[in-house]
């Protein structure tokens, strides 16, 4: 396998001008995180609780093969290793593409380079210098925690007692599913610099949001009392997020996870991240079933193209649900 460099070094990463850093960074690593098996028969009632807890949470024996994991890692390692010259001709990310430093349009910056990609791969022009392996490695991959995703979303919609139980899984395997796929490159951090934001807090806008890192430290997720907690690396299981619209198809039942990575020291961290949108054209409002009299629905009904366009046009860290609040609106 390709190794990144471990040098913490500003020549490392030239193109960071901008150290992001925070006084109010104080957090605790927990063992309390949910981990859920997902051959366990009571996984699907477990799911649920994890959901309503945490919006957050780890699943083994997910059926994704290891070594599906390790070529995509080798990959993404391989292309992240390129001199910077070679890896700006895959960018910008507008939307796709390779970009550093900056995150969206808006003015959020971090210590991180990454290729944002269409699960399409016909999309994907542009993969550094050995683009049809890259390509292989990402088609097979994504399809395997694809099918994963679309388990626990049946898992989930059987705990909640729903039916058809594909009412949230139908929306990623739709052909004009809007999904997108992420590598994060997060090079370690100098020496002098301490609480150094790798990628600002924020939720995920989509359904469920897939993720995988190397054995490196550096995700934190928010508790709802506001205080953050490190998360454990693990880099043969999955971890899962809530993000803004199962939220909202839940009625707030499920609570998406507020999120954030600070940079490691010692050690360069590569994450890869399936995030399961619906079509731009899906409605995104509270299942009927969910609905019990005289419930009513926390949101006004969107679309995902508005929804995600709103969300785009926000900063990181802002409640972008906020404005499709009922109480907000009314």
Known sequence: MVALSTKPAIEQFPYI???????????????????????????KNLLVKACEEFGFFKVINHGVPLESISRLESEAIRFF????????????PSPFGYGNKCIGRNGDVGWVEYLLLNTNQDSNSSLGNNPDQFRFALSEYISAVKRMACEILELMADGLKIQPRNVLSKLLMDEQSDSVFRLNHYPPRPDRISNLIGFGEHTDPQIISVLRSNNTSGLQISLREGSWISVPPDEDSFFINVGDSLQVLTNGRFKSVKHRVLANSLKSRVSMIYFGGPPLSERIAPLPSLMKNPEQSLYKEFTWFEYKRSAYNSRLAENRLMHFERIAAS
């Not at 290793?81 to 910008?92: A, D, I, R, Y």
Request: hydrophobic share 25%.
């Open 81 to 92: 290793s390129l001199p910077f010259s070679e890896k700006e001709k895959s960018g910008p």
């Open 17 to 43: 001008e901008t150290c992001c850093t925070t006084s109010a960074l104080f957090t605790s690593t927990s063992n309390s995180i949910p981990l859920i098996d997902l051959s366990n028969p009571d996984s």
